[in-house]
């Protein structure tokens, strides 16, 4: 079966940075192996199905809407040494991730709810909108930095997020197609992260106004202020890697072409705007078609 063609955006905080009891969980999850991070994508599928088969409300908790003790232990972790730095370095290590599935899917239902018709909440929900509502509120209301520590996207990568690395710093594994070991990703700094972010809202601000990317932007910086200094910030194609051949995984510039797009904002040139914009749209707009065929 093939990996959920979906991409991430994560962050890793030190494990000096959590309070206990929580630090104490994660110390012992770590002890007994943390989820590889190529399957974290499997994994968060198989919380999902173990979900629906138990009747619990939202993957990641029991039947009786408690978190499962197995969900406490999902997390990611990397060292300091793996993240590329410039200004700002990272760390202490070790760099976990909790994969917050549960808060994840209660921020996705609180979505649902605010923008489904009444039929489609009807045909979905097995309680009440208030009732699922409150327990979402709850769950996201425990979050111990307030933020979750991974946003998602299904079939693309929201461009401006590309905005927060150095293009140079793509790591770039090729693999059949089915391998979970192919991946492509690029690791930053938080402050490093932050800064890319910043100044890519007040130049986005210009030309957009502040919808559109601008708001992206602007969502990202507000989603990493939650988190210590000392974290390092990761883009991952996920399962993406899945959709795109050898050829145009190596020759794929989003990086490059978003970073050129802001240096051009910068030095008013509207032509490079216009060129990386066109090579940008041509390249996404393919996984695009891809979706609506699926």
Request: proline share 7%; glycine share 6%.
């Amino acid at each position: 079966m093939p990996r959920p063609f979906v991409a991430y955006l994560r962050v890793y905080e030190p494990l000096s940075s959590f309070d206990e009891p929580l630090a104490d969980l994660l110390r012992a999850a770590i002890e007994a192996g943390a989820v590889d991070r190529l399957d974290a994508p499997t994994r968060e599928r198989e919380l999902w199905l173990t979900s629906h088969r138990i009747g619990a409300a939202l993957p990641g908790e029991s039947r009786d809407g408690r978190p499962s003790p197995s969900a406490l232990r999902d997390l990611l972790v990397i060292d300091p040494a793996e993240v590329p730095t410039g200004e700002s370095s990272c760390g202490p290590g070790p760099l976990v991730c909790p994969l917050d599935l549960r808060a994840r899917s209660a921020a996705a239902m609180v979505g649902f709810l605010a923008t489904a018709g009444p039929a489609l909440r009807d045909a979905v929900l097995t309680a009440t909108p208030e009732q699922v509502r409150q327990q979402a509120t709850r769950v996201l209301a425990n979050l111990p930095s307030g933020a979750v520590h991974v946003v998602s996207t299904t079939w693309t990568v929201p461009l401006p997020w590309f905005a927060l690395f150095d293009p140079t710093q793509r790591h770039i594994v090729l693999a059949p197609r089915e391998d979970p070991r192919r991946q492509l990703y690029w690791r930053s700094s938080h402050g490093d992260a932050l800064r890319r972010v910043e100044r890519a809202h007040d130049l986005a601000t210009q030309t957009f106004g502040e919808t559109g990317p601008t708001k992206v932007l602007a969502d990202t910086a507000r989603w990493l202020e939650n988190f210590d200094e000392g974290s390092a910030v990761e883009l991952d194609y996920g399962g993406l890697v899945q959709l795109l051949s050898d050829e145009e995984l190596m020759e794929d510039t989003s990086a490059e072409d978003v970073h050129a797009i802001l240096d051009a904002i910068e030095a008013s040139d509207a032509e490079v705007v216009g060129e990386r914009f066109d090579r940008l749209r041509g390249f996404w707009s393919d996984l695009a078609r891809r979706e609506q065929r699926n």
